[in-house]
C-alpha cells in the first residue's frame, strides 16, 4: 500500500487540481439553419455539416405504410 513520505499541504494539493475545472461549451451557429451547435459536429436539428446533408432527419424521409 502507497504511504506518503511527508504531509501535502491544502495549498499545495489545490495547486495540482487548478487545471481540473470544467470549461463551458463553446457553441457556434449552423450555417443552413441557424441553431447552436457543438463546433465540428454534424448539427442535431438539421443533420447538415460543412455546408452538405449528412443525416437524413425522420421528418424529411418518407416510410410507406407498410415499411413501418
Known amino acids: 500500500m502507497a ?9 499545495r494539493r489545490n495547486n495540482r487540481r487548478a487545471h481540473d475545472a470544467l470549461v463551458a ?5 449552423c450555417p443552413s439553419c441557424g441553431e447552436l451547435k457543438r463546433p465540428h459536429h454534424v448539427c442535431p436539428s438539421c443533420g447538415n455539416y460543412a455546408d452538405r446533408e449528412v443525416i437524413a432527419m425522420a421528418d424529411d424521409v418518407d416510410l410507406d ?3 413501418a
Do not use: G, T
Request: proline content about 6%; aromatic content about 0%; glycine content about 0%.
Open 3 to 11: 504511504v506518503q513520505q511527508n504531509k501535502v499541504s491544502k495549498s
Open 65 to 67: 405504410d407498410d415499411a
Open 25 to 29: 461549451a463553446n457553441p457556434n451557429e
